[in-house]
């Protein structure tokens, strides 16, 4: 039943107040001050039950400011919850009333009855103080809002107000109906867990003066790139629909609903149907997930002794025990203060100490679990002096509680040849006393061992993971250089040190029969050896014309510095990503500029480097005689190796596309393209499909997909929310990203773009005192967050250098079990 088109004076109310609802004259009383989580514990002067007790009703409330008809959006409004309240099972429905006359916010019987109250207002200051006190004691007493597009505009002289609804509309926003895109990223809450991710619908979209994200829980973005935004736009990040507890009560907003077909439309019945089924306590809902003080970020270790690398060394990654330890290695570098040998001509040329430490979550003490001696304290200053060889990847066996095995990934100093200036990459596994936390480094078997060049600086990559059938994912570098090549396409073939390039990657990461610039996939053994699973990029037996081979540990080709991996074990997709070239813009005559890039990988591909980048993007072939002047394009689709310094087959696998790309002029750079498929590479053609996408300063720091353990009793635990999202990030901390991305299972394995970003900077802080250089983060069997903040020099450890643990404090989900209500049978 609704009440329309009544005087004031002639309003009648449906039913009477269930018994014991409300305690008498609680609802007239003042209005406390505005509180951000739910439920208070009862005390004598609370109600003995929240609103609207076991028969659920909802109010709507129309009233408004401005004169004249009653909009045709309030009659449509009225009818689609009406008719929502009276679908689904019976312990989900619930009965409607409907009115406009504001004085109903002053009789705490009438008020008392409603489970929530559905603001469908043109807006305007539609309650006077004495009304809006009654509207805040009914939150406080865990009463349910529900504000529609316009109510956004109601009471804008009300600060409270303000917080309930969350945001006001901007100056300028668009008036007329326009279809857009909706990333509908919570696929959790009852209000959008049933909606598609990507959901097209036509309505009036309002901008915010202030954006709420971070303050409030959102559940559902306008993309703005899909519609004129117009001058108010808000960017990337703009909320549409959100929730929040507040003040005692639970406030649901959307800025959908400002069209009469809006009410029709099933999606949206959908939307507004889970809506209602929270702010009634019908069913729980986290609606504390995103906002920011819900976390906090903690460091771990203390800086280290001066001159000593005690709590930790130089940053280089990590990995959590099954018991919470959390191992992290230091790649090689000592603190500034120590001397680094350049001199190829001193034995001691490189030599540095890669470092294993152990945080125990139970002592909160480190321990130095070993070192290794390893090339890898060069550092700074010109191309062939730099080095990032060292101690590059940490994993702990799958059954390592029982086995204690520990696999590092590193370039030991004794596999040096100062002569050739040639080193030997390997993995071993270690064993650890897990009494003492120290590794017993006699124990090491030798896995995999490949040949690196040492002459020329750089891309050792490094990174480790499992999947969940006991294969070891390696990730290589290309160990090429920067340079040579101005910072395009890694293709020089000219320069070479005693025979062997240091700037052409077609020797590498595109060589079908060279581990370097790859994604390696083995089986390992328990007597210290390794077995091929099927499935990997090549067999090893694969020959052509040439007589080229190929290396049967490749699961993927054409990566150039993938410093870190991540395997999803509740899918076995893998999850990586990798630092571009230097060039700083685009070039018609080369090709892309700088792509850092991320990609999810469903099976063995080559991902194109130094051929293409991003969404097959291709670089200009250069090749003998002359390296400065271009040849043709390359094709993506059949790249060949003609590279004089290649070993293995000519005809490569076509190359795959990447699902994250960015550069410094934005994320997802994409140009018009010739009949041949070549990109214009113009700036001024560029569309930027990412835009919470930005470079600079970048270096790609591929993060895990997080999985939510309903068993886990953990309170640091990161909410469901979360759960099945990916995080990217950067090493930098300015326009770089830190997001949780959701990624469409149905074109990711093609290189679908994300659908749907979450910015993570005030979750996981930014800036010189908080994780400012990200250099590896897992979560932990606890469900919280470890990072590794770098620290604030290059090729050393300072007193930045740091563990971090980023933990969840908002708690579940609301309302309370108990505080459940049982819809109209």
């Not at 009659?75 to 009276?86: H, T, Y």
Request: charged fraction near 20%.
């Amino acid at each position: 039943m609704h009440l329309r088109g009544l005087s004031k004076g002639r309003r009648v109310w449906a039913a009477s107040l269930a018994a014991g609802v409300v305690t008498a004259g609680l609802l007239s009383g003042p209005a406390a001050n505005a509180r951000p989580y739910p439920e208070p514990p009862l005390t004598t002067m609370s109600i003995k039950s929240p609103p609207g007790g076991a028969n659920v009703r909802v109010l709507i409330f129309h009233g408004s400011a401005a004169a004249g008809e009653e909009s045709p959006v309030v009659n449509a409004g009225i009818e689609a919850i009406e008719k929502i309240g009276l679908s689904g099972p019976a312990n989900r429905r619930f009965k409607v009333e409907a009115t406009d006359d504001a004085s109903v916010f002053t009789n705490e019987t009438k008020l008392g009855r409603f489970n929530a109250i559905v603001f469908l207002t043109g807006g305007g200051d539609v309650l006077d103080a004495e009304q809006e006190a009654g509207l805040e004691a009914y939150m406080e007493a865990g009463g349910g809002f529900v504000g529609l597009h316009d109510a956004a505009r109601a009471e804008p002289y009300s600060d409270w107000f303000t917080g309930l609804v969350g945001a006001r509309p901007a100056a300028s926003s668009p008036s007329a109906v326009q279809r857009a895109t909706v990333e509908v990223g919570d696929r959790r809450h009852p209000a959008t867990k049933d909606l598609p991710v990507q959901w097209k619908h036509p309505d009036k979209w309002l901008n915010w003066a202030k954006n709420p994200s971070g303050d409030v829980h959102t559940v559902a973005r306008v993309r703005e790139s899909s519609y004129q935004p117009g001058a108010g736009a808000n960017g990337w990040d703009h909320p549409v629909s959100w929730c929040r507890d507040y003040d005692g009560g639970r406030s649901f907003y959307t800025g959908m609903g400002g069209t009469v077909s809006s009410y029709d439309e099933t999606d949206f019945r959908a939307h507004l149907r889970g809506a209602l089924m929270w702010t009634t306590r019908l069913e729980q809902a986290d609606c504390k997930a995103t906002i920011n003080a819900n976390y906090a970020a903690e460091r771990l270790t203390k800086p280290n002794q001066p001159g000593q690398n005690d709590q930790i060394g130089e940053p280089h990654g990590l990995v959590t025990a099954p018991d919470g330890r959390v191992f992290y290695i230091g790649r090689g570098g000592a603190d500034s203060s120590q001397p680094v040998v350049t001199d190829w001509n001193n034995p001691d040329i490189g030599k540095g100490k890669g470092e294993i430490h152990v945080y125990d979550p139970k002592t909160k003490q480190v321990t130095l679990a070993g070192a290794l001696t390893v090339f890898g304290n060069k550092g700074g200053g010109d191309e062939l002096i730099k080095v990032e060889e060292g101690l590059l990847g940490i994993e702990l066996d799958p059954e390592f509680q029982q086995s204690g095995w520990v696999y590092l990934h590193y370039t030991p100093h004794s596999g040096i040849n100062r002569d050739t200036r040639m080193a030997e990459r390997r993995v071993s596994r270690f064993t650890l006393d897990q009494a003492t936390n120290k590794l017993d480094l006699a124990s090491e078997k030798v896995l995999l061992k490949w040949p690196v060049q040492v002459h020329s600086c750089c891309h050792s990559g490094g990174g480790m993971t499992w999947d969940s059938r006991g294969n070891l994912y390696i990730a290589t570098g290309d160990n090429n250089s920067s340079g040579f090549s101005d910072g395009y396409s890694g293709n020089n073939p000219q320069p070479n040190y005693k025979g062997v390039s240091f700037a052409d990657a077609r020797r590498t990461a595109g060589n079908t029969n060279n581990l370097n610039g790859k994604i390696l996939r083995i089986h390992p053994e328990p007597d210290g050896t390794f077995t091929l699973p099927e499935g990997n990029l090549f067999t090893g037996k694969e020959t052509d014309e040439g007589g080229g081979k190929t290396r049967g540990e490749i699961y993927v080709m054409g990566v150039r510095n993938p410093a870190r991996i991540f395997v999803d074990k509740s899918t076995d997709v893998l999850y990586a990503g990798w630092v571009g070239p230097d060039a700083g813009a685009p070039s018609t005559t080369w090709g892309p500029a700088k792509y850092d890039t991320f990609a999810v990988i469903t099976k063995a591909s080559n991902r194109g480097w130094p051929y293409c980048m991003g969404n097959k993007q291709p670089y200009r072939d250069r090749n003998l005689p002359d390296p400065s002047q271009p040849l043709g394009w390359y094709d993506c689709d059949h790249p060949k190796n003609e590279s004089p310094n290649n070993d293995g087959l000519v005809n490569l696998p076509p190359v795959t596309g990447n699902n994250i790309w960015y550069s410094p002029q934005g994320g997802a750079p994409d140009y018009p393209r010739d009949a041949n498929g070549v990109p214009s590479y113009k700036p001024e053609e560029a569309t930027y499909r990412l835009p919470w996408l930005k470079g600079g300063g970048q270096a790609a720091m591929n993060g895990p997909v997080y999985r939510y353990d309903t068993g886990s009793t953990s309170t640091a635990k990161w909410p469901a929310y979360w759960d099945g999202k990916w995080f990217v990030g950067d090493f930098y901390d300015a326009d770089q990203p830190r997001n949780a991305v959701l990624m469409d299972p149905k074109t990711q394995g093609d290189g679908g773009l994300p659908v749907h970003s979450e910015s993570l900077k005030k979750i996981v802080p930014i800036g010189n005192d908080g994780i400012k250089n990200l250099m590896d983060w897992k979560f932990g069997p606890d469900g919280a967050l470890y990072v590794l903040d770098y620290g604030r020099g290059f090729f050393t450890s300072d007193s930045k250098s740091a563990l971090w643990r980023v933990t969840y404090k908002g708690g579940g989900p609301t309302p309370a079990a108990d505080r459940l209500a049982r819809g109209t049978e």
